[in-house]
């Protein structure tokens, strides 16, 4: 199987500008309609896209700029969920979210008018010709053993592997849909890793609980590959693999040691993985995710989307090479950690820190892979 290793790509949000959130917040109001609102984020997003493939991007996004979640405005829209206001905010280091989530309320199945697919085609609309629009949404995985979100899945259905089975066949629908669009490459974003690594950590010593996160391990896989089986061939299909990202804060820390033989069995072509400070852990697990596997390409997140200040290229140069001792190099490719803003709020920086970011790995890329 062949398949484009773009080496220098970027996982997907960026910051909502000023005009955008403004526009949202008449719009919740009632000030605008939504045709308005969808007239001031469509020009936004032609902007943006302009900006991508300024910065030397073949891979753009609409930044996510529809949505005010990196997952629950996509779980929400699925036939089968709702939204809903949780007693807690999600527990970031330092900082407090919206209390937003969302529940099971019937059979899970895709929802042909899913607001994202407008989104899409308007991307692809303004996307130049030779650059690939990407689509990002959230893991199926971000469903299952989530309180509320599959905790009440009893209610809709007689076993578990039924329940895993719609979750999977809603997923398969949505990402086949993309494609009958013009979606070449899907992205699926993925929290639920860099919380089991973070359990497995703390439940080392608890074999009984240990075994419980491999069970929910397992069964990630099993309706992540279900998912995305029987897909078109020249279809690209890449997850990120994230620890959080909430305002510049984080959720979770640990290499990926403990999860490295569930990741090698996913069949996805293009894999983020957050390697921007000390939380992430060393490359050793690199060659059990990679798994011998020539279309795989891991994007190495090797440069923090948190903060403005700008790495040191020698020695980010110095670890790919690293990384490329035990996956080679034409395998590999490097990005941010994680996108600018996976919620509306944004990372405490500045849109043109975030060019100067992408070009900084641009400017890497050239010289390691050129």
Not at 56 to 75: I, K, T
Not at 265 to 294: C, H, K, V
Request: hydrophobic letters at 35%; proline letters at 3%; one cysteine or more.
């Amino acid at each position: 199987m062949s398949k484009v290793h773009y080496h220098f790509d970027h996982v997907g949000s960026y910051l909502r500008p000023q005009a955008l959130k403004e526009a949202r917040e008449k719009f919740a109001n009632g000030e605008i309609s939504q045709e308005e609102l969808l007239k001031v984020q469509d020009e936004l997003v032609k902007e943006l896209v302009h900006h991508e493939v300024e910065n030397g991007l073949q891979v753009v996004s609409d930044g996510e700029f529809g949505r005010s979640w990196w997952h629950l405005d996509f779980l929400w829209n699925l036939t089968g969920f709702e939204a809903y206001q949780q007693e807690d905010s999600y527990k970031f280091h330092g900082a407090k979210t919206r209390t937003t989530n969302v529940r099971i309320n019937g059979k899970i199945v895709e929802n042909s008018n899913h607001p994202f697919y407008r989104d899409f085609e308007y991307l692809k609309s303004v996307t130049p010709e030779g650059i690939t629009p990407k689509v990002t949404i959230p893991s199926p995985s971000l469903i299952i053993n989530r309180d509320h979100r599959s905790d009440l899945y009893a209610d809709y259905y007689d076993s578990w592997t039924d329940f895993l089975d719609d979750l999977a066949k809603a997923y398969h629908d949505t990402i086949q849909h993309f494609y009958d669009l013009g979606a070449r490459y899907v992205q699926l974003d993925d929290t639920t890793w860099g919380y089991l690594i973070q359990q497995f950590e703390n439940e080392k010593n608890n074999p009984e609980k240990t075994a419980e996160l491999a069970k929910i391990a397992e069964d990630d896989v099993y309706t992540i590959n279900k998912a995305l089986k029987g897909l078109p061939e020249d279809l690209t299909l890449a997850t990120h693999i994230c620890r959080g990202n909430f305002k510049s804060t984080y959720l979770f820390e640990g290499g990926y040691d403990s999860v490295a033989k569930y990741l090698g069995q996913l069949n996805y072509d293009i894999f983020f993985l957050e390697y921007d400070d000390a939380r992430s852990g060393s490359f050793a697990p690199l060659p059990t995710i990679w798994n011998n596997r020539d279309h795989v390409e891991l994007v190495l997140g090797v440069i923090t989307s948190k903060d403005p200040n700008l790495e040191n290229v020698d020695a980010v140069i110095d670890r790919i090479y690293a990384a490329a001792e035990l996956v080679p190099l034409k395998n590999l490719g490097i990005s941010t950690q994680c996108g600018f803003a996976s919620t509306e709020e944004g990372n405490i920086l500045t849109e043109q820190d975030e060019w100067n970011k992408l070009q900084l790995i641009k400017a890497i890329t050239d010289k390691v892979w050129s």
